[in-house]
């Protein structure tokens, strides 16, 4: 049987959702149709386009056959984070080893697949293909029009990779999800919609964190766009405008500090939610240190709060810089 008619032959499913993104899409289906590994097919799910997004995937569809597939949410899933949980609880990706995810918006580097899928194959003949393993790789910032902003996202956003431990991903998210590849194991174990979850990344992270490995390849493999719809959300500057800003002072958005406040209560409780979420569906699979922490980590919520910073350092429910586990412990509701 042909890759035309069993799709799932293809080793590497790349589920790219979309939604009124007919300035970018062809640019990043084209970016991903010309990479250096060629077994990939693409699944590309709408979330109910009133542009020409649609229109422009089905020539794609037609001039590339059997590696893209169309699907149509109806109804709209709403946001990114549901579109892409429920492609991977619904099993879009097939037969395939391999998944990868991808914004409508970026460009890949030729090379992005093979180099993230060798650091896969590397961890699984250590590991073994039925552990979770999840990859991760660093971006290159752009404007809408492909100029440089910065080389590297990772240090554009202040981040650190290395905290991929459960505790640390609880708080802080490391893993950018058009920068991933999983593997089927990990992918088999997202089969359920989370009712709440912070970032579809995020979550797969913490799946990954709780059950198998991570590894980042600490190279720029695609460009990641930022225009109006998704601008970043880490400015740059110094840690003291940073601290001040919590308290609304010298911010460039001139938020308040009652705004501040409520978008921490916000932040902090989409957080718990999470956490909860964790709890319910995988707290059977489990082992009674990681269901310790989970429930230490939403018990911060009810204590006061010399309890919440007690709790915050017992369990290493920190940030990667210290005045960031400062202002937590400060403001975390």
């Not at 240190?289 to 204590?303: C, H, P, T």
Request: hydrophobic content about 35%; some cysteine.
């Amino acid at each position: 049987m042909d890759k035309e008619s069993k799709n799932s032959s293809y080793e590497v499913t790349v589920l790219l959702c979309t939604y009124n993104g007919e300035n970018y899409v062809k640019q990043q289906i084209d970016s991903i149709l010309g990479q250096s590994y060629e077994d990939i097919r693409i699944v590309v799910s709408d979330d109910g386009s009133k542009d020409g997004t649609l229109g422009i995937v089905e020539a794609l569809k037609e001039a590339n056959s059997g590696r893209i597939e169309i699907l149509k949410q109806n109804p709209p899933c709403g946001s990114a984070q549901k579109h892409f949980l429920k492609l991977l609880a619904e099993g879009k990706y097939g037969d395939s080893k391999y998944v990868m995810l991808s914004d409508q918006d970026d460009v890949w580097n030729p090379d992005k697949v093979e180099k993230t899928l060798k650091q896969m194959k590397i961890l699984e003949a250590v590991y073994g293909d039925d552990k979770p393993t999840l990859v991760h790789c660093d971006s290159e910032v752009v404007d809408q029009e492909l100029n440089p902003i910065s080389p590297s996202y990772v240090t554009y956003q202040k981040m650190t990779p290395a905290r991929k431990k459960l505790n640390q991903l609880l708080v802080q998210n490391n893993v950018v999800g058009g920068a991933m590849m999983i593997n089927r194991a990990l992918a088999k174990l997202i089969d359920r919609e989370p009712e709440h979850c912070v970032m579809h990344d995020q979550w797969i992270a913490l799946v990954a964190a709780a059950f198998g490995q991570i590894r980042f390849v600490p190279e720029s493999l695609y460009k990641y766009r930022q225009h109006g719809n998704n601008v970043l959300g880490a400015e740059k500057g110094s840690r003291i405008m940073e601290i001040l800003g919590r308290f609304g002072i010298g911010r460039k958005d001139g938020k308040s500090k009652a705004e501040m406040d409520e978008h921490s209560r916000k932040v902090y409780e989409e957080m718990f939610q999470q956490a909860r979420c964790f709890l319910e569906i995988y707290g059977d699979r489990l082992t009674a240190k990681q269901k310790a922490l989970l429930e230490n980590f939403v018990s911060i919520q009810e204590r006061n709060r010399l309890g919440k910073i007690y709790i915050i350092l017992r369990y290493g429910f920190t940030y990667n810089m210290f005045h960031r586990t400062v202002g937590e412990c400060l403001f975390i509701r």
